[in-house]
Nanobody, 113 residues
């Protein structure tokens, strides 16, 4: 299975970005997650979404600002990031719940204050 994140970039604090993750196979059958990593640090969990998109869960740090969603027909996972803060910057990665797939290249998010 290949995971490919895209859509990162530069945003101002208070702004928005949407990142995407395409999954080569098995997408519909898996809960999916987003993670963030600061350089030199371990990945931290950001959000999870159920297979049908009806259940979502967020880290306290992003709750109310980020929205995880999925399009099973396109085998694509999304993360809408609103009201961005400088501490949201980092590399964002997707994976199945439990992180069973090989990690993709990530999407870099830079937030200017």
């Amino acid at each position: 299975v290949q995971l490919v994140e895209s859509g990162g970039g530069l945003a101002q604090a208070g702004g928005s970005l949407r990142i995407s993750c395409t999954v080569s196979s098995g997408f519909e059958a898996n809960y999916m997650t987003w993670h963030r990593r600061d350089p030199g640090k371990a990945r931290e969990w950001v959000a999870t979404i159920s297979t049908d998109g009806q259940e979502t869960e967020y880290a306290d740090s992003v709750k109310g600002r980020f929205i995880i969603s999925r399009d099973n027909a396109k085998a694509t996972l999304y993360l809408q990031m609103n009201n961005l803060k400088p501490e949201d910057a980092g590399e964002y990665f997707c994976n199945s719940r439990g992180g069973v797939y090989h990690w993709g290249p990530g999407a870099r998010v830079v937030v200017s204050s």
